[in-house]
């Protein structure tokens, strides 16, 4: 299948993907163990998964990484979505790696070996983000036509309340991600949620989503045939780093005229950066480009204040269920 | 002096209070090393402190937990905020001590020491918490009409932006701060803001109330007598935990009707928990207290969702600098 990256018009694809059945599913929480909606469901899952039970699908709640998760750390040695590289996935084992390392090979061998068709059909890993970015739907393939059907039908179920996709296939800024292991990998982020803080409101919009996608699949295994449609997404563009000192230290802050408006239209000669003496300084550059992960807590060490991204629709062609 | 506690009628104490001059003043960041408004203001008047100068006062600004503070942590082995006990800074020095401990009586030697005629007459500690508290003064007596002063001079110059007054007295619920080491000690806690994270209009909030509390001292050492007034205070009754299981993990959240409520009032029958599976914990007891730090990150590991208070009006006498 090939990927259709369509700007403006948008045009339908005439194919029809035939996709195998999807049975196996996991929801990961706890990538990051300070992420607390995706612990607290998936915890609770585990005591008692009816809930994320469907007909014809074996959903398995998983705890990925239990140690970040004991401390109420976003990781102990480094970061496990950013873990799942092939170097890492076949180094030898041992105590001397670092312990996210050997829990990912664990992880790929309970729900892969990525890449083979031994590996489980679809992982939802729930994140959450200091950023005020509403429900977000991560996608690492625009040619993935299941996952963005998917997509579509959380996007109707849950109107008019909204659910964001953003498009990570940057040939620099893509990561290992833990659901990298499945044949269909989605990330789910919802904020604002400080790290370390389960807040209801985002708990509630969490578990709502994944009842539609779970819901999506069930109807995709009884044969539903889905048609095609299209689908908007924010594809990663570039990384925006805070200014910094030659330390390294940070020399200015977010702009409050840009703090909280994810997905908003960024242009140049916007305000962008507030310096700790108050100069304001302007975003420059192409656009509009649309910001998001504005204020990540867990991102100044990873040198980004945001990421830019360009609205794209992307066409998803019919799928059905290969019989 | 004796402390006056006056609920409704208030009356004007008789009393003026002549303090010996306030000439030696330290501001503390980083006490929590990921309550990062704090740290970059203190950071940046570490490098240039003519923004903290005033006449007639010397002012330090000061990194409480350096090591924290590089790890982005709340602390390295135990809560410093809570290390300084007569027992902590008594006990015999050595690197078996947790590096709190240690830390705590490096402070107090520089600043303290605590309880003694030496000590630094005022410690500003800045704070930031997760819960949507606004700009909060945290007084550790009422009895302190120096301080007392200082917070209607804050709320005056503020206004019409508000700043509450938490009096934390409470025989077991208070505990041995760093800025205890002072003989006037002031808590300044702003949010909401997550940790890890720095946001302008939180910094910005800061630094303004940093400003006045600054002007204060300047004019109360030049001889300004500042007359008899009365202060509203929130007064530290009681912790409420979260619900928990038998593995003292938490059952339900805090509730949506109440998050964010801080300083709002709770009476008994009003929402407070929101448990997992949907169900609603009333509060129950006499009311209407006034919640505080909801849902506070830090407070998870001190089994505490929030903090009740009640409204009091404390008198302050004229107070004017001993000639
Ligand atoms: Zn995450
Ligand atoms: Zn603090």
């Keep these: 299948m090939q990927s259709r990256l369509l700007s403006a018009p948008w045009t339908r694809p005439a194919v029809r993907a035939a996709t195998p059945r999807a049975g196996r599913v996991a929801v990961f929480g706890g990538t990051h163990g300070n992420e607390l909606s995706g612990v607290a469901l998936v915890g609770m899952w585990v005591k008692d998964g009816a809930e994320i039970q469907r007909s014809g699908v074996a959903t398995t709640p998983f705890i990925a990484n239990p140690r970040a998760v004991e401390r109420c750390a976003r990781y102990v040695d480094t970061d496990l979505n950013r873990a799942f590289t092939a170097e890492n996935l076949s180094a030898l084992s041992g105590d001397e790696l670092p312990y996210e390392v050997r829990r990912a090979q664990e992880i790929n061998r309970l729900f ?192 980004q204040a945001f990421v830019t991204t360009r609205r794209e629709t992307l066409s998803a062609c019919a799928v059905r269920k290969l019989q």
């Design 112 to 303: 892969g070996p990525k890449g083979t068709a031994d590996a489980y059909d679809v992982i939802f890993d729930l994140h959450n983000t200091t950023s005020n970015m509403g429900c977000t739907l991560i996608l690492e393939s625009s040619s993935d036509h299941f996952v963005l059907q998917m997509v579509r039908h959380v996007q109707k179920a849950c109107a008019p309340a909204g659910c964001s996709v953003l498009l990570n296939e940057h040939p620099l800024l893509k990561y290992s991600t833990s659901r990298s292991v499945a044949k269909h990998p989605i990330g789910l982020e919802v904020g604002p949620q400080p790290q370390g803080v389960l807040r209801s409101n985002i708990f509630e919009s969490m578990r709502l989503i994944l009842k539609h996608a779970l819901d999506f699949i069930e109807l995709f295994n009884c044969g539903v045939e889905f048609p095609a449609c299209s689908v908007d997404v924010f594809r990663v563009l570039e990384r925006v780093d805070y200014p910094r000192d030659a330390n390294g230290n940070i020399t200015a802050m977010v702009h409050p005229h840009l703090q909280d408006c994810d997905w908003e239209p960024l242009s140049s000669g916007d305000p962008m950066f507030q310096t700790f003496d108050g100069r304001t300084i302007e975003y420059q550059g192409p656009g509009p480009v649309y910001p998001a992960f504005i204020n990540e807590a867990a991102y100044y060490e990873k040198q």
